[in-house]
Nanobody, 116 residues
């Protein structure tokens, strides 16, 4: 059974930092690319960052480039999203995603709120 469990969200002031984690189980994590998405309240879900195998390939939405860093620890079946210089517009529910055998799997999400 595939499971993705996100954590690390919270309330942070503008300019602050957070580190999100997503622990995966039920599949061979090291052989799968992983992605982080976010969904602001009332808006569509959008891609934030993606990572290939062994940290060698990463990609980011323009809105988060140079502020967010995606990484993975295959020994711990975990993908991370390090977020710095946070802005109010980064406020959203953040989800990690896996794509396995033609099916998309989502975690339950972790809320990030950037506000003074």
């Amino acid at each position: 059974q595939v499971q993705l469990v996100e954590s690390g969200g919270g309330l942070v002031q503008p300019g602050g930092s957070l580190r999100l984690s997503c622990v995966a189980s039920g599949f061979r994590f090291s052989t799968q690319a992983m992605r982080w998405y976010r969904q602001p309240l009332g808006k569509e879900r959008e891609l934030v960052a993606g990572i290939g195998l062994f940290n060698k390939t990463t990609n980011y939405a323009d809105s988060v480039k140079d502020r967010f860093t995606i990484s993975r620890d295959n020994a711990k079946n975990t993908v991370f999203l390090e977020m710095t210089s946070l802005k109010p517009e980064d406020t959203a529910m953040y989800y990690c995603r896996a794509f396995l055998d033609g099916k998309i799997y989502w975690g339950q999400g972790t809320q990030v709120t950037v506000s003074s």
